[in-house]
C-alpha cells in the first residue's frame, strides 16, 4: 500500500511539474537587447523585444500587424511612454525609422530601430528603460553602448530600469589633428557588477529552460548510482560549454530554429532508451553528443547581445557557471530522490511510466518548432 501511495505521489509531482513546464514555457521570461550607438547629437537605438511581451498589449498577430500603419502608431506610442533618454535633464526626441519581425537566437520577436536627437552634442545620459514589466516581470534587456571607441555594457532588468551612461572626454594632440582621440580618459565600466548578472541570468537560464531540465531528468532516470549520474552530468556540462562558447563567440552559427527542434529530438530519443536500457554505463558517451546540441541552445540569445570583444570570455563564462549552479541545484534535488525511490520493485514501472510523459511532452515540442 506504501508502495503504491509512493508511485502515485511521484506521478502526480511528475504530472505537476510538465503542466507547470508546459505552462511556463509558454512565456516564463524573456531576453531583448538594446544597442545604442551614440556620434554627435544623435543615438542611433536598435531594440530587440520578443514578440511575447508584446502579446499581452497587441495580440498575437504580429507578424501581419508589422506592417500596417494603425499597429505603428500604437506601437510608436507604446514606446514613447516605456522608453526615454534624457541628456541635461531633458528629453531626446524620438523617432521610429523601422520595424520588422526577426529572429534573435531562439527567440522571435520585432526589432525596432529608433533614432533620438539632441539639441548639442551628447556627453552624459540617462536610459530610462520601462518596457514589458507590467507584463513580464522577468523580462531583461542585454544593453551595449558605442561611442567611437568607448563601450559600456551593461543588464536591465525590472530592479534597474535606469542607465547612466557616462561618455569620455576625448583630447586632442596640439600639433597632430590626425593623431586619434586619446582613450586613457575612457570611464571603465562596473563589469564586476555586470559579470553579477550574468552569473544570475545563467542560473534564470537554466531554471527557466524546460526542456534542458527535463532532458536532465530523462538522463538521470536510469542511473543507479551516484557515480553514474555524476559521470552522465559532468559529460553533459563539457560538451555544452564547448558549444556555447563556440556559438557565442562567433566561431561557429548554426540556425536556432534547426536547433531548438534538434534538442527535442534528443528528448525523444532518451526518453524512448530508457524503455529499453536499464544500465547507465555507456550514457554519458551519448550525453556529451547531444550535450553539444543543447549547448548551441544556451548560447542561441547570448550571443545574439553583441558583447565587446574585451570581455566575451569573462562574460561567457560566468554565464555558464551560472547554468551550472542552477543544474546543480536542481540535481541536488532530483538525485537523492531518484537513488532512494529505486530501492522500491516498482521502479521499473514508474520510470517508463515518466519516461512517455517525457517522450509525448518532447515530440509536442518538436512538432512546435519545425
Not at 99 to 121: I, P, Q, S, Y
Not at 171 to 191: A, G, H, M, V
Not at 240 to 248: D, E, G, K, P
Not at 255 to 273: G, N, R
Request: net charge neutral; aromatic share 10%.
Amino acid at each position: 500500500m506504501k508502495q503504491r501511495s509512493f508511485l502515485s505521489l511521484f506521478i502526480i509531482t511528475i504530472l505537476l511539474f510538465f503542466g507547470t513546464t508546459t505552462t511556463s514555457l509558454a512565456h516564463s521570461g524573456s531576453m531583448g537587447y538594446s544597442v545604442l550607438n551614440i556620434e554627435e547629437n544623435e543615438i542611433l537605438y536598435e531594440l530587440f523585444l520578443d514578440q511575447r511581451d508584446l502579446f499581452p498589449q497587441f495580440g498575437t498577430n504580429l507578424d501581419n500587424l508589422v506592417n500596417e500603419e494603425q499597429f505603428s502608431q500604437k506601437i510608436e506610442s507604446y514606446l514613447q511612454k516605456g522608453l526615454r533618454i534624457d541628456a541635461d535633464s531633458k528629453p531626446l526626441t524620438m523617432e521610429l525609422l523601422s520595424m520588422n519581425m526577426a529572429n534573435k537566437g531562439t527567440e522571435r520577436g520585432v526589432e525596432f530601430h529608433l533614432k533620438f536627437t539632441a539639441d548639442k552634442v551628447i556627453e552624459q545620459c540617462n536610459l530610462h528603460y520601462d518596457l514589458a514589466f507590467d507584463d513580464v516581470p522577468a523580462h531583461t534587456s542585454g544593453l551595449l553602448v558605442h561611442a567611437g571607441e568607448y563601450v559600456q555594457q551593461d543588464l536591465i532588468d525590472s530592479t534597474k530600469r535606469d542607465i547612466l551612461i557616462n561618455l569620455p572626454k576625448h583630447s586632442q594632440q596640439d600639433n597632430d589633428s590626425t593623431k586619434r582621440e586619446n582613450p586613457i580618459n575612457l570611464p571603465q565600466p562596473k563589469i564586476g557588477a555586470v559579470l553579477w548578472k550574468y552569473f544570475k541570468l545563467g542560473i534564470e537560464h537554466i531554471l527557466t529552460g524546460y526542456d534542458h531540465l527535463v532532458f536532465l531528468l530523462s538522463l538521470v532516470l536510469i542511473a543507479s548510482r551516484f557515480k553514474d549520474a555524476l559521470k552522465i552530468v559532468t559529460a553533459f556540462t563539457i560538451a555544452h560549454s564547448i558549444t556555447l562558447f563556440l556559438v557565442a563567440s562567433g566561431g561557429l552559427h548554426v540556425i536556432s530554429s534547426w536547433v531548438e527542434a534538434l534538442i527535442a529530438v534528443t528528448i525523444c530519443y532518451v526518453a524512448v532508451e530508457n524503455m529499453f536500457v536499464q544500465k547507465a554505463k555507456w550514457r554519458w558517451m551519448l550525453t556529451a553528443i547531444f550535450g553539444l546540441i543543447h549547448g548551441m541552445g544556451f548560447a542561441g540569445a547570448l550571443a545574439e547581445t553583441g558583447l565587446p570583444k574585451g570581455n566575451l570570455i569573462g562574460t561567457l563564462l560566468t554565464f555558464n557557471l551560472g547554468v551550472e549552479t542552477g543544474q546543480l541545484m536542481v540535481l541536488c534535488l532530483l538525485l537523492p530522490l531518484l537513488i532512494w525511490l529505486r530501492r522500491f520493485p516498482w521502479y521499473r514501472k514508474m520510470m517508463i511510466s515518466t519516461s512517455c510523459l517525457i517522450f509525448v511532452l518532447a515530440f509536442y515540442w518538436l512538432i512546435q518548432r519545425l
